[in-house]
Structure formats: C-alpha cells, structure tokens
C-alpha cells in the first residue's frame, strides 16, 4: 500500500491542524490495515504517536498527545486522519503515516509497520 500524507504547516501554539494520509489500492483492502501516526524531530528517533487497529478495536495515543490529538479512519475513502488540537511547540516535527496488514507484531513500534509515507511538516510556534 502507497501512504501519501498532506495537512501539515505553520501553527500558533494553542492551534489546530488535521493531517491526512490517503492509502492507494494494495493487494489487501484498507480496512484490513492498522495504521498509526509516528513523528520525528530533528536529531531524534521516530516516535509513536498514535493507533488505530483494521477492524477499530483498538486505538492509543502516546502520552503527551492524550485528550488533544484522535486518530480515525474513513475506509470507504481509504483514508486516514489526526486531528491535532491545543498544538505545542514540543509537536514540531515531521509527521507519517503507517501501515501493517491486520495486527502489527508491536503497536508503538516503528519497526513493526511495513509501509509509511514520505511525511508532512508540522511547524509549532509560541
């Protein structure tokens, strides 16, 4: 499956932003595919962000983003969405999108997906 993120910018602290992730036809439908939200930052590993399993059953976030980012999904569109509120500037970072066909042998860990995107910027300031 081919991930290509948008959404990403230039926010205020305390702002707003959604990232998409459109997920083209693959051998498997999207809906068979848990996907998850990874950042990175310069000079930093790749961070788990969020997760949300194929069938729903399952959704995380990392700590620092509880209660202002939520993951969903929207299979008839193959498509993926974090909505992103009350941002901080520590939310600087470039942001992907990632794939693994049903469970992911780790739900938080990079290695474990097979597919991602190329990534969007999100630019945080104070």
């Known amino acids: 499956v081919q991930l290509v993120e948008s959404g990403g910018g230039l926010v205020q602290a305390g702002g707003s932003l959604r990232l998409s992730c459109a997920a083209s036809?693959?051998?498997?439908?999207?809906?068979?595919?848990?996907m998850a939200w990874f950042r990175q930052s310069p000079g930093t590993e790749r961070q788990f962000v969020a997760v949300?399993?194929?069938?729903?059953?399952?959704?995380n976030y990392v700590d620092s983003v509880k209660g202002r980012f939520t993951i969903s999904r929207d299979n008839a569109k193959n498509m993926l969405y974090l909505q992103m509120n009350n941002l901080k500037p520590e939310g600087t970072a470039v942001y992907y999108c990632?794939?693994?066909?049903?469970?992911?042998?780790?739900?938080?860990?990079?290695?474990?997906?097979?597919?991602w995107g190329q990534g969007a910027q999100v630019t945080v300031t104070s």
């Open positions: 990632a794939a693994h066909y049903l469970y992911p042998s780790s739900i938080t860990t990079r290695g474990a997906y097979d597919y």
């Open positions: 036809a693959s051998t498997y439908s999207f809906d068979s595919y848990t």
């Open positions: 949300l399993t194929w069938n729903e059953d399952y959704t």
